[in-house]
């Protein structure tokens, strides 16, 4: 099946609803980062996240969410947008744990159980939004329950799962989220602590062939009234005529260094991974190209 995220309400708009299968996107994303097991469930579990925060943006709004906690893994940086568009990376993608105390891969291990969530905002505004939280568990659904609370002061429950198999490779991945809007009944607040409090895992639901949608009806039933519908996707913004322009925009000076020196400059993005190589000819064009020292 592949990947979708779906937006919505319930309960006459007492609820606001998000789920997602992110099983291929992290896949690409343990792919090209060749992140161990453990890496591989945090980088997952932060890009689902913020896949259905940028799902709440609009038009071209996107967003950047920073987890930097003080664990072996460094931080975790994903960009993301309204479209569904998600990019992202570890600081250390070969950090990895023995399984914890229930048996699972130790993601809090690995982030680490002091540091903070950072969100950054594009909204077209002249400066960008920006919200922190500290890290209270480094498992990550928990945090981002706390950023929500703290920072945008919307009552949430958060879940995030991604399963990784004996060979490191992804087998599902996924993630909710659900939101109280204002004038929500207690009933109704009852009866969706006890439906969080008894959901199952969510990559559990998604191994038995559940969909995002379904997935809402396990916490708010079946009025749940789906609104939009992505389809997630890695995409990268980086391209070898940016970093061409970035290169001339360093200055005769440097660009000759470069020549004399190494003969050729490489460039690694970090967010794909991908390496672009400029040779001698293509430096001294730049070098041609360049106005300043």
């Given at each position: 099946m592949k990947d979708e995220l779906v937006r919505g309400t319930a309960w006459n708009g007492a609820v606001r609803v998000f789920a997602a299968r992110t099983t291929e996107l992290v896949a690409e994303l343990q792919r090209r980062h060749a992140t161990m097991p453990t890496a591989t469930a945090a980088l997952g579990r932060t890009a689902t996240a913020a896949?259905?925060?940028?799902?709440?943006?609009?038009?071209?709004?996107?967003?950047?969410?920073?987890?930097?906690?003080?664990?072996?893994?460094?931080?975790?940086?994903?960009?993301?947008?309204?479209?569904?568009?998600?990019?992202?990376?570890?600081?250390?993608?070969?950090?990895?744990?023995?399984?914890?105390?229930?048996?699972?891969?130790?993601?809090?291990?690995?982030?680490?159980?002091?540091?903070?969530?950072?969100?950054?905002?594009?909204?077209?505004?002249?400066?960008?939004?920006?919200?922190?939280?500290?890290?209270?568990?480094?498992?990550?659904?928990?945090?981002?329950?706390?950023?929500?609370?703290?920072?945008?002061?919307?009552?949430?429950?958060?879940?995030?799962?991604?399963?990784?198999?004996?060979?490191?490779?992804?087998?599902?991945a996924g993630g909710y989220i659900i939101q109280v809007m204002p004038g929500i009944e207690d009933k109704q607040l009852d009866r969706l602590e006890q439906a969080v409090s008894a959901m199952p895992h969510v990559t559990a639901l998604l191994a038995q062939g559940e969909t995002p949608e379904t997935i809402l009806q396990f916490l708010v039933g079946e009025d749940v009234s789906i609104h939009d519908w992505v389809e997630p996707v890695f995409k990268c913004s980086c391209k070898r005529d940016r970093f061409k322009q970035t290169m001339i925009s360093l200055g005769k000076n440097q660009l000759r260094t470069l020549i004399d020196e190494d003969g050729q400059a490489e460039i690694h993005c970090h967010f794909c991974n991908e390496k672009y190589l400029f040779d001698q000819n293509e430096l001294e064009d730049m070098l041609n190209q360049a106005v300043r020292e």
């Open positions: 896949l259905m925060m940028g799902n709440m943006l609009k038009g071209n709004e996107r967003l950047t969410v920073q987890v930097k906690g003080d664990g072996p893994l460094g931080q975790i940086v994903i960009d993301a947008n309204a479209a569904g568009e998600v990019r992202g990376y570890v600081d250390n993608p070969h950090a990895h744990l023995a399984s914890n105390n229930e048996g699972k891969l130790d993601v809090a291990g690995v982030v680490g159980r002091t540091g903070y969530i950072h969100v950054i905002k594009d909204l077209g505004m002249k400066e960008p939004y920006r919200g922190s939280v500290p890290i209270i568990s480094g498992e990550l659904a928990e945090d981002f329950t706390l950023y929500f609370a703290e920072s945008e002061q919307t009552p949430s429950a958060v879940g995030l799962g991604v399963l990784v198999d004996t060979d490191g490779s992804v087998l599902h």
